[in-house]
């Protein structure tokens, strides 16, 4: 999970699963982010209201939900839950809630977004499908 200031594109926080980590630079993904976003504006003639909210990489998706001074990003492998949009709405919500003065004034000190960190968590999901498994080759001849 990824916290990036709108205006500036730089990373303010991240958490992540260090069992599913994928990523290996969050400021280059934070920053990556913006550019792509930007670039999709200026290119495509994209109104300032229409947002991106998922870029598709091979098997991951990057879900991206959008707050008036922040958003949040995360990677997903696989089919992940709709309730997990819900999720990260509900987290860049409380962060805009607790945190909009701090967005609003924000100067590149991200020290004061650490304690967001209990927020992106709430965000964070693992699930893996149990591999069925297959009756041995005797008991299937007899």
């Not at 300032?48 to 008036?68: A, K």
Request: charged share 30%; glycine share 4%; proline share 2%.
């Amino acid at each position: 999970m990824f916290l990036i200031h709108k205006k500036s594109g730089l990373l303010l926080n991240d958490v992540v699963d260090t069992s599913l980590s994928v990523t290996k630079d969050a400021d280059m993904v934070s920053s990556m982010l913006s550019a792509i976003k930007d670039f999709v504006q200026d290119s495509f003639d994209v109104e300032q209201s229409n947002e991106l909210n998922t870029i598709n990489v091979g098997q991951f998706n990057i879900w991206i939900e959008q707050g008036p001074e922040a958003i949040i990003a995360t990677i997903v492998e696989g089919d992940a839950p709709s309730s997990l949009r819900e999720k990260m709405k509900e987290a860049i919500e409380k962060v805009h809630l607790k945190y909009s003065l701090e967005l609003n004034k924000f100067e590149g000190d991200t020290e004061v977004f650490e304690k967001t960190e209990a927020y992106l968590e709430s965000c964070l999901l693992s699930e893996q499908k149990e591999t069925k498994k297959r009756k041995p080759i005797t008991i299937i001849i007899l």
